[in-house]
């Protein structure tokens, strides 16, 4: 008797179950897709190219410099005299270690940089997910990477876009 009570129990509440996830709106959107297509995310990764291109541009003009320098001592190390071989050597490795400093600074600046620009642009990429999902009454909405499949008729991305698109303007 009391299983055939909990077995009836069981089945009432999955059959409920059942019928609330059958009226659960849900949504995925591709994060990834909004930070990096979307007006916002354009506007963050040229503003990161504009601060930080002259710098990385002077790391690779050092950089090749150095091979340069590399290419002559191989290819002239056998007729240079000591001094001369000797201070190319110098230059080179004073070379390469102001281009591992200042590498590693510029690593530095930038991702400290990025954390920041895209930690603003996440939460911009959230307030329109979170308008949209309110506005056409969504349940839940997941990033896609967090699903195994999602099917396109789930897939909100676009109308995000396009959200994010008019806010831009």
């Known amino acids: 008797m009391f299983k055939k009570v909990v077995f009836a129990l069981a089945l009432v509440f999955g059959v409920s179950l059942a019928a609330q ?7 995925v959107v591709n994060m990834q ?9 354009k506007k963050v990764m040229a503003e990161m190219k504009k601060e930080f291109g002259p ?11 150095g091979q340069e320098l590399q290419k002559k001592l191989q290819r002239n190390s056998s007729v240079m005299s000591k001094s001369e ?4 050597q110098k230059q080179l490795r004073d070379l390469q270690r102001e281009l591992q400093v200042e590498g590693q600074s510029f690593q530095e600046d930038v991702q400290s ?6 930690g603003g642009l996440q939460k911009v990429i959230m307030q329109a997910v979170q308008g949209y999902a309110s506005e056409n009454n969504y349940d839940l909405v ?5 699903s195994v499949y999602a099917g396109s008729s789930v897939d909100i991305t676009d109308a ?3 959200k994010m698109e008019a806010a831009a303007k």
């Open 21 to 27: 996830a059958a009226d659960l709106k849900v949504g």
């Open 33 to 41: 897709q909004l930070m990096a297509e979307s007006p916002q995310g």
């Open 55 to 65: 710098r990385q541009q002077k790391l690779e003009a050092k950089q090749k410099q």
């Open 85 to 88: 071989r000797d201070e190319t």
């Open 113 to 118: 940089e990025r954390q920041e620009k895209l």
């Open 142 to 146: 997941l990033p896609s990477n967090a």
């Open 160 to 162: 995000v876009m396009k």
